[in-house]
C-alpha cells in the first residue's frame, strides 16, 4: 500500500526567505507525481506535475524535483511571499501497469509568510 | 473551459436524512474521481470513472454511498441515511490521460455538515 508523508507538517517563514517542502512515498512504481496548493476551505489547485520519467520541472518561482528511485520529492519556493500562505500537498499516482487510478495524497505541510 | 464545477458548495443536513452532490467535469475529460477530506488530512480516494463505468470503489465507499456517472458526463455522489461521521470535504477532480501523463483537476468541493 503506498503511504505518502510531507516534513514538515507546518512552517513558518519571513517573506522573501527560499524554503523547501520535501515529500516521500513508499512505493517508487508511480506513474507520476503532483504537487498541489490548497487554501482554507477551498479546493485543490494543481501546481506542478512531474511525470515518472523526468527529474524536475519548473513553473514561475516554484521547482519540483523527484527521485523516484528514493521515493522523495521536494518542492522549492523562491523569494516567498505572503500570497504563498496555503497548505501544500504532494500526491502520486500509482503506474497504469498496476490498475490503479489513485491518487494518494500526504496529509500536507502548512505554510505561513510572515510579512 | 471553466474547469471543474461541483454543487452545491454547502450542505448541512440532520443525522438520517440522504444528500446529492454534484460534479461536472472538464468538458473533454473522460475520467472522473471522487475523494473525501477531513481536518487536518490529505484527500482520501473514493471511486473513479472512466466514461461512464464505475472501475474502482474504495474501502470507504459502504453501502450507503452510491455514484453514478450516466452518460460519462457530469457525476452523482449520494450518502443515504448520513451519519455525523460522513461530516467532510468532498472533492471531485476529472483526467483526460496522455502519453505518460495524467493530470488530475480538482473542484471547489461540497462541505458537508451532519448535525
Known amino acids: 500500500k503506498q503511504e505518502v508523508t510531507q516534513i514538515p507538517a507546518a512552517l513558518s517563514v519571513p517573506e522573501g526567505e527560499n524554503l523547501v517542502l520535501n515529500c516521500s512515498f513508499t512505493?517508487?512504481?508511480?506513474?507520476?507525481l503532483q504537487w498541489f496548493r490548497q487554501d482554507p476551505g477551498k479546493g485543490l489547485t494543481s501546481l506542478l506535475l512531474?511525470?515518472?520519467?523526468?527529474r524536475e520541472q519548473t513553473s514561475g518561482r516554484l521547482n519540483a524535483s523527484l527521485d523516484k528511485s528514493s521515493g522523495r520529492s521536494t518542492l522549492y519556493i523562491a523569494a516567498s511571499q505572503p500570497g504563498d500562505s496555503a497548505t501544500y500537498l504532494c500526491?502520486?499516482?500509482?503506474?497504469?501497469?498496476?490498475?490503479?487510478?489513485?491518487?494518494?495524497f500526504g496529509k500536507g505541510t502548512k505554510l505561513s509568510v510572515i510579512p | 473551459d471553466t474547469g471543474v464545477s461541483q454543487n452545491p458548495r454547502h450542505k448541512i443536513t440532520k443525522r438520517g436524512q440522504n444528500v446529492t452532490f454534484r460534479c461536472d467535469p472538464i468538458?473533454?475529460?473522460?475520467?472522473l474521481y471522487w475523494y473525501r477530506q477531513t481536518l487536518g488530512q490529505g484527500p482520501e480516494f473514493l471511486t473513479y470513472?472512466?466514461?461512464?463505468?464505475?472501475?474502482?470503489k474504495s474501502r470507504l465507499l459502504s453501502d450507503r454511498f452510491s455514484a453514478e456517472r450516466p452518460k460519462g458526463s457530469f457525476s452523482t455522489l449520494e450518502i443515504q441515511r448520513t451519519e455525523q461521521g460522513d461530516s467532510a470535504m468532498y472533492l471531485c477532480?476529472?483526467?483526460?490521460?496522455?502519453?505518460?501523463?495524467?493530470?488530475?483537476?480538482f473542484g471547489p468541493g461540497t462541505r458537508l455538515t451532519v448535525t
Open positions: 468538458s473533454e475529460h473522460n475520467r
Open positions: 512505493d517508487s512504481a508511480i506513474y507520476n
Open positions: 470513472f472512466q466514461n461512464e463505468a464505475q472501475l474502482e
Open positions: 500526491a502520486v499516482l500509482r503506474d497504469s501497469g498496476a490498475g490503479s487510478y489513485q491518487l494518494t
Open positions: 512531474i511525470q515518472s520519467s523526468q
Open positions: 477532480a476529472s483526467s483526460q490521460r496522455r502519453r505518460d501523463r495524467d493530470e488530475q483537476y
